[in-house]
């Protein structure tokens, strides 16, 4: 079975007939690039693939000849969205609805993750409440490293703002079992949402807000890939970071 072919479709709630009507090949073909690992001809694999919005090269690896030496961690990139924006309202939700162990957040203000889901924070709750890990990671509204950062933008001091207002959405989260919050004071280069074996990656570009950077979603599939390099800064600022509490703003 193409595993991958199968959950990214799953993920994007893909059937084999919509596939299948968009290569224009009939469903039992696509269904046997499914069950029995079929390889697709070239011009399909790149159809589905553009369809899929992943790289060809995670759903149809290629022959260790055909490789040139390419890094096998390379394979754990999914997809690649131009902007932030670009990455489904949906994903975010089911993503967030559907983690069993871990989710890591890491960001300066994070204002959208809120904004565009007013229920985030009871959602964050039920699934502490179900057993999973919930660490949210703040940029201090009064470090050095957001006031670095609000000036790189040229925003007016208003960075500090955004990050008290972010934060109101979580206070019902403090002291909730399995949720914590705290704030950093780093230089943050990306930020970093994972749920459970899911990362998606948001690079920051000098002078632009973390908004109009692209969105790199990668999938964990061995260890010291780039999924365990990236979740490892997060640790490293995790431990550098302090427990925020409502009485602190």
């Keep these: 079975m193409n595993e991958r072919l199968r959950t990214v479709m799953l993920q994007r709630q893909v059937t084999p007939e919509d596939l299948a009507a968009s290569c ?28 899929l919005g992943v790289d060809m090269s995670y759903l149809w690896p290629p022959e260790e000849d055909e490789a040139q030496g390419q890094p096998t961690e390379q394979t754990e990139l ?44 009871a959602m964050l709750a039920e699934r502490a409440d179900a057993g999973v890990q919930v660490r949210l990671c703040f940029g201090d509204p009064s470090g050095k490293a957001v006031a670095v950062r609000d000036d790189e933008e040229g925003i ?9 207002a972010s934060l109101t959405y979580y206070r019902k ?8 919050v705290r704030l950093h004071d780093t230089t943050l280069y990306n930020s970093l949402f994972r749920f459970d074996d899911v990362l998606l990656v948001n ?25 365990d390099h990236y979740t490892g800064s997060f640790d490293a600022v995790w431990e550098t970071a302090k427990p925020w509490s409502p009485e602190s703003m």
């Excluded at 007016?156 to 008290?164: F, N, V």
């Design 203 to 227: 690079p920051h570009v000098w002078g632009q807000p973390a908004s109009a950077n692209p969105l790199f979603e990668l999938r964990r599939l061995e260890e010291d890939g780039w999924f």
């Design 78 to 121: 999914v997809a690649a969205f131009p902007n932030r924006a670009s990455f489904p309202q949906k994903s975010w939700v089911r993503l967030l609805k559907t983690a069993q162990e871990h989710i890591d957040v890491l960001v300066f203000s994070g204002t959208f993750f809120a904004q565009t889901n007013p229920r985030v924070a």
């Design 24 to 51: 224009q090949v009939d469903v039992k073909t696509v269904e046997r690039w499914i069950s029995i690992g079929r390889q697709p001809l070239r011009r399909h694999q790149w159809a589905v693939a553009k369809h």
């Design 173 to 180: 989260l403090i002291g909730t079992p399995g949720c914590e």
């Design 156 to 164: 007016g001091g208003t960075l500090s703002a955004k990050i008290r």
